[in-house]
Every structure is written in C-alpha cells, then in structure tokens.
C-alpha cells in the first residue's frame, strides 16, 4: 500500500490562493488515478479533482472547476492541487488518494474506490 502525505494547507482571504501538495511514498506511484478529496464536520468526504496518472487526464467537481487544477510529477511521485479564486465553502480538511495498484473504475468520484488516503491538510477561507 501506498504512502500519501499532504502539506500546503492554511489559512487565506476569500479570492486567495494555495497550493496542495501530496507525496507519495513506499514504491513509485503506479495507480491509475490519484484524486484529491475534502470534507467537512458532519459530511461526507466529497471528490473534488482526480488525474489519471499515466497520460494526465483530469476531472473536476463543478464547484471547483475553473478554479483549481490538479497536476502531477511523475519523476517527484507528487500531485499537485493549485487552487485560485479561493471562496468560504473551500474551508475543510483536503486528503488526496490512491486505489490499489491495478485497480480500475468508471467511479472514481466516489470514496469507496480509494484503498490510500492521506492525514489530510486543513484549508480555512475567510471572508
């Protein structure tokens, strides 16, 4: 299993922006997708971006497409969250993800198809 660690989270101004990073570790990242999640007190985690980790095709929630972009460094074996135009409602803990290696899936929106998850970075926007 997979190692993932994510930094970069903080405390910014409506409008303002951060970058997330999320290292992985434990062998060269071989999944097919890493995906960047987030969750608030009380609800569910909900996807917000994934890349597909081989050719760097990507995918967004509609709340935040337009606004943040998700990348990848192979070489680095790190992912990349870059968010801009920063608003209230971004406020909450960020975990990237990884399924098990070989595993594929036409729902990577959905939590249950991830078997590694980081301790996850807290965001807080204020207005």
């Known amino acids: 299993q997979v190692q993932l660690v994510e930094s970069g989270g903080g405390l910014v101004q409506a409008g303002g922006s951060l970058r997330l990073s999320c290292a992985a570790s434990g062998r060269t990242f071989s999944s097919s997708v890493l995906a960047w999640f987030r969750q608030v007190p009380g609800k569910e985690r909900e996807f917000v971006a994934h890349?597909?980790?081989?050719?760097?095709?990507?995918n967004y929630a509609d709340s935040v497409r337009d606004r943040f972009t998700i990348s990848r460094d192979v070489a680095k074996n790190t992912a990349y969250l870059q968010m801009n135009g920063l608003k209230p409602e971004d406020t909450a803990v960020y975990y990237c993800?990884?399924?098990?290696?070989?595993?594929?899936?036409?729902?990577?929106?959905?939590?249950?198809?991830?078997?590694?998850w980081g301790q996850g970075t807290q965001v807080t926007v204020s207005s």
């Open positions: 890349i597909a980790w081989a050719i760097g095709i990507t």
């Open positions: 993800a990884a399924p098990r290696q070989g595993y594929w899936s036409s729902s990577w929106y959905d939590a249950g198809q991830y078997e590694s």
